[in-house]
């Protein structure tokens, strides 16, 4: 039986000599926080027809406060439109494209626009298609229906059933979608090394948008020279996340805080359990140099 996230966590920490490094009642801190980021799921996966779950990941595909649609337009693409809307034709990359209800919903408010769309979707596997009772199901609809390759006067997508660390494409892009899942639970997604590829394929003036903001990823947008800005929460505590890439600009980024430090994958290739260990052991290890336990 293969070994849970959490295990395999757990279990690449202990056997990296690296933890021995780290002072011991902090090693005791570290597991317990491990544990607690991949404790079960306390919403039932089966209480919401209009989201789906994963099991390996332990995660809904979408808010479970806001549910899709809503967390779509506030966190994707109410924020995008007003950049958008002197463009004629958008190229849009959409990174853990799940449901398919963001590039659906940018999709449908930019063909209001009288817009031209070229869609990539990027994931590992194909959702059943969930209609959310919306003008936009009739684009996610007819997705499905073209068996993934959507080719009209004003509209292109293409979806690619891949790691998206491997995809290489000549598409220079306008906004990136990015929408996988968090990045303590999928943190292949989430490193300064594949968020370089994004900026690689960002045009200059693009826009990378997400719903987190988790603080290893500010770092790397910020190591990549991105323009940091914070979308206000809907139905959690946090802001969201939008970049863009432009010229040198000051940074608004606290680099101070020990979690503050980019999740590496220098290959590529690593699997989730080893990016995710290496960046808790150097997380730690910053906090050993520096803990106070006058301060703490």
Do not use: C
Request: proline letters at 4%.
């Amino acid at each position: 039986m293969e070994k849970s996230l959490k295990e395999q966590v757990l279990t690449t920490l202990r056997t990296d000599n690296r933890f021995y490094n780290i002072k011991e009642h902090l090693r005791d801190v570290l597991l317990k926080e491990v544990s607690n980021i991949y404790k079960p799921n306390i919403h039932s996966p089966h209480t919401n027809q209009t989201n789906l779950y994963d099991e390996y990941y332990n995660e809904f595909y979408h808010s479970i406060t806001t549910g899709p649609l809503e967390e779509a337009y506030s966190k994707f693409v109410n924020p995008v439109l007003g950049f958008l809307k002197e463009k004629s034709v958008i190229n849009v990359l959409d990174i853990g494209s799940g449901m398919f209800v963001n590039s659906g919903v940018l999709a449908y408010e930019l063909l209001k626009l009288n817009k031209t769309i070229n869609i990539v979707s990027i994931d590992k596997k194909l959702p059943p298609f969930i209609a959310l009772n919306h003008a936009s199901d009739e684009i996610r609809y007819l997705l499905y229906e073209s068996n993934f390759s959507v080719k009209s006067s004003r509209l292109t997508w293409q979806v690619i059933l891949k790691d998206a660390r491997t995809i290489k494409t000549n598409t220079m892009f306008d906004i990136i979608l990015h929408d996988g899942f968090s990045p303590y639970k999928n943190p292949s997604l989430w490193t300064l090394d594949f968020l370089y590829i994004l900026y690689k394929s960002l045009k200059q003036e693009g826009i990378w948008i997400s719903y987190t903001s988790n603080k290893s990823v500010q770092s790397s947008l910020n190591f990549l020279n991105f323009k940091i800005d914070f979308v206000e929460p809907v139905g959690r505590k946090r802001p969201s996340m939008m970049a863009f890439k432009t010229a040198k600009h000051k940074s608004n980024i606290d680099l101070q805080n020990p979690y503050a430090i980019p999740m590496r994958d220098i290959t590529l290739s690593a699997d989730e359990d080893k990016i995710i260990s290496d960046y808790f052991i150097r997380v730690y290890i910053l906090k050993s140099k520096y803990y106070s336990p006058s301060k703490d």
